[in-house]
């Protein structure tokens, strides 16, 4: 039986930039945790994100409907926690029957605030794999940083 390298995507020799970079994600668990040993990535700017958008025209319109999305997420939830906060204090008069409406009313707000604008960018510009624009961006984000520290 060969056990010959077929030329996967894997390999080191496929992403040199990212050699001496260790593998960013925890293979034994899901893709929302990072490994606490991987080097820190300096701070980007919207100029960064700019640049990417440039170099990546399709992930670059996806990453721009996500932080979208995440805005909307976020505001849904302050939304809901004012509305619900202001309804139960004009009810109750009670400071925690408020803050428990305030809270419930918050999670409530960003459950629909994550559910709504996903559904609506999928019906505008179809489904966003977001752990691949993730990697997409992170990726750029290394190759453009050993780029400038190998011009200094």
């Keep these: 039986v060969s056990t010959q390298s077929t030329g996967s995507l894997c390999e080191k020799s496929t992403m040199s930039h990212e050699d001496s970079w260790p593998q960013a994600r925890v293979s034994t668990t899901t893709k929302v945790w990072y490994d606490d040993r991987m080097p820190r990535l300096p701070r980007w700017n919207k100029k960064d994100i700019a640049a990417f958008a440039d170099a990546h025209p399709v992930e670059g319109e996806q990453l721009s409907w996500l932080r979208w999305r995440a805005t909307a997420q976020a505001w849904t939830g302050v939304f809901g926690a004012a509305a619900a906060g202001a309804f139960s204090f004009k009810a109750s008069r009670n400071p ?51 780029d400038r520290v190998a011009k200094k």
Excluded: C, E
Aim: hydrophobic share 40%; aromatic share 14%.
């Design 96 to 146: 925690l029957y408020t803050s428990m409406g305030a809270v419930l009313g918050g999670l409530t707000g960003v459950m629909y605030g994550g559910d709504l604008p996903r559904v609506y960018s999928s019906v505008a510009y179809g489904s966003i794999n977001a752990d691949h624009v993730h990697d997409t961006f992170l990726s750029w984000w290394r190759k453009t940083q050993a």
